[in-house]
């Protein structure tokens, strides 16, 4: 079984779908392993390392043969058509919105798995991109806060006087709010943070947070199943806005990181919230790619709202692509470990097995995910399964 791992191609994209301790776990599994070359050099992973752990560096041509293509991105037009039919392409594949990508893929005969739609269960724990990714990014973000910020965390007491501890606002307590809420705390920061889901305030407060929310009824059944945070309602968004507001113009810097699978980034802070703040105040949008929490973030730029900067930086975990990289390999390598057949050796294609239905999302020229299928489509084929040699 050949894998392959491509550069990628994004711009924007400085992660690598494999490490060192990867391609030893995949080539133990039985899979002849080509990178190609360059692919791990934004990751500080040169390709002695890649060779030295069992992989051969090979071209962007060795793609055509190979029967497993791990992504960090979903592929562009000009890869697809490099890919054999039969392939199977795992990466992060952000397929809402994005129907005319998904078909080219099914077109070419690509068996294309979404990692961001694994289950969340224990079993697929190692393999949460989102988590893992996520939690890279909630750190970063209170990196990037202090550097834009031109004052101290910390409260620092001195001969000369007292410099005042800064005040961080988490808006969204999911994994990168809380690490970021982590790291503020870390660093000095007074921290509040605010959550739709009742669960993030034990989570808050455990971490030394203050927690800042409007508890009503709505909010105590605002959370799905599956730990995501609910759309919510006009009227409750309009009261914790007018409670959010108060508090943001007493803060220096704010993170927000309020995101929902599938829509676009909630609203959070309008532009008269942001020129309420104080002269020299920070936030940071996690959510610019998807639209922004902020009124007036601009994707991939530091913008000047009022007295405040708006950080909108692009792909903020592949800002710390050293480790982002080995914490996705990881996931990769994980993932794919289940779906090579014990007895045979072979990679086996089983969309009936919990994982790979899950995050399939292109199978035998057609889009298989309920999710994304065409209505005629819709549902997947219990006989659908296979073996690559």
């Known amino acids: 079984m050949k894998l392959f791992v491509p550069i990628e191609r994004d711009a924007e994209e400085t992660r690598v779908a494999a490490s060192p301790d990867s391609v030893k776990k995949l080539k133990a599994l039985g899979f002849d392993i080509v990178v190609e070359a360059g692919a791990g050099t934004s990751s500080r992973i040169p390709d002695e390392a890649f060779v030295a752990a069992g992989a051969r560096i ?3 041509a060795d793609a055509k043969d190979a029967d497993v293509v791990l992504k960090v991105r979903r592929p562009l037009p000009a890869e697809i058509s490099g890919y054999k039919k039969g392939a199977a392409i795992i990466g992060i594949m952000d397929p809402y919105g994005q129907d005319e990508a998904l078909q080219q893929l099914a077109a070419a005969g ?22 893992s990714q996520a939690n890279l990014a909630g750190y970063q973000a209170v990196i990037d806060a202090a550097a834009v910020y031109d004052r101290a965390f910390p409260m620092m007491m001195t001969a000369a006087g007292t410099v005042p501890a800064a005040r961080v606002f988490v808006m969204g307590a999911g994994v990168a709010g809380l690490q970021a809420i982590a790291t503020a705390r870390r660093l ?21 947070a203050k927690f800042i929310a409007v508890e009503d009824e709505e909010f105590k059944a605002a959370e799905t199943a599956g730990g ?7 009227q409750y968004q309009q009261k914790q806005a007018e409670l959010t507001a108060s508090h943001i113009a007493k803060q220096d810097i704010v993170i927000t990181t309020a995101l929902i699978p599938g829509r676009p980034a909630p ?23 998807r639209g922004g929490n902020v009124e007036g973030a601009i994707p991939g730029e530091i913008a000047a709202v009022g007295p405040a900067k708006v950080v909108g930086y692009l792909n903020v975990s592949g800002r710390i692509a050293a480790s982002a990289s080995l914490l996705y390999a990881k996931n990769l390598a994980a993932f794919l470990e289940t779906m090579v057949d014990k007895e045979s050796g ?6 009936t097995e919990e994982l790979q239905q899950a995050t399939a999302l292109t ?13 005629v489509d819709a549902g997947l ?4 399964k296979g073996e690559v040699a």
């Open 58 to 60: 090979g071209t962007a």
């Open 110 to 131: 690509l068996t294309a798995y979404a990692m961001e739609l694994m289950p969340r269960i224990t079993r697929a724990q190692v393999m949460d991109v989102l988590s």
């Open 188 to 208: 000095g920061a007074i921290v509040t943070a605010t959550d739709v889901r009742p669960a993030a305030k034990e989570q808050v407060e455990s971490l030394g």
């Open 228 to 234: 995501y945070a609910k759309q919510m309602s006009a």
């Open 267 to 289: 609203r959070l802070i309008t532009r008269q919230m942001v020129e309420s703040m104080r002269p020299g105040s920070v936030i940071i949008d996690l959510a610019v790619e």
């Open 346 to 351: 072979l990679l086996k294609i089983d969309l």
């Open 363 to 375: 199978h035998d020229g057609k889009v298989v995910h309920p999710a994304f299928a065409p209505a």
């Open 381 to 384: 084929n219990p006989a659908v």
